[in-house]
């Protein structure tokens, strides 16, 4: 993959419904290509998970300090989820180019929209799982929610994967059935997408 500045602007959005294994491709994305790419930690109000760290997995603030950042306008994108705030900080993605990396983020998708009306020019990937009942199954299996908030994800999943496969809504759609094949076609995606839109500016 080409090295260039004007490729390195173009953040690379990752999408898809709860429990679709968004979270495990972008590490397989990040520890199999070493340098490459700088994972934009989102800001959220929701309670951390046992599993999860501070400013590794999400920077976990309150609603009053999320609430002072959209204010300020420090959020390149923000959306309310769950009855829960997600954003992404302009500074997150300023370091990724100051790291030289490729930004990779995890947005819902509110974030999706709101990202491709900014300038970045983002390149936009839903991620998807092999069938609905798979998605329900992984949802399930995290024993951290309770029935209704898990009704309550597997209604949004289903609209979001209905928006995700819908045509013109993404630059591509993977299905994450095998983690390897699905990281190999995220790079396939990535490769033709900025060699193609580095020469077109040349």
Do not use: W
């Not at 390149?76 to 100051?98: N, P």
């Not at 992984?138 to 949004?156: G, V």
Request: net charge neutral; aromatic share 8%.
């Amino acid at each position: 993959m080409a090295n260039n500045s004007h490729i390195l602007t173009r953040p690379v959005v990752i999408c898809g419904p709860s429990g679709c294994g968004k979270s495990t491709l972008i590490r397989a994305l990040i520890n199999g290509h070493p340098g490459m790419f700088h994972y934009c930690v989102s800001h959220t109000t929701r309670q951390r998970r046992p599993d999860e760290i501070n400013g590794k997995d999400y920077h976990f603030v309150s609603k009053e300090v999320f609430e002072k950042g959209v204010k300020n306008n420090e959020f390149v994108e923000h959306a309310m989820f769950s009855g829960h705030y997600y954003g992404t900080s302009k500074s997150e993605l300023e370091r990724a180019v100051m790291d030289n990396r490729i930004c990779l983020m995890d947005v819902d998708i509110q974030g999706v929209e709101r990202m491709q009306k900014t300038s970045y020019n983002p390149i936009c990937i839903f991620i998807r799982p092999r069938n609905f009942a798979t998605l329900e199954k992984r949802l399930r299996s995290r024993s951290t929610e309770t029935e209704d908030r898990i009704l309550q994800r597997l209604a949004i999943a289903h609209q979001e994967m209905q928006y995700g496969i819908s045509d013109g809504q993404f630059d591509a759609v993977v299905v994450n059935d095998d983690l390897n094949k699905s990281v190999q076609e995220v790079m396939d995606v990535l490769n033709r997408l900025l060699y193609s839109d580095f020469d077109t500016q040349q």
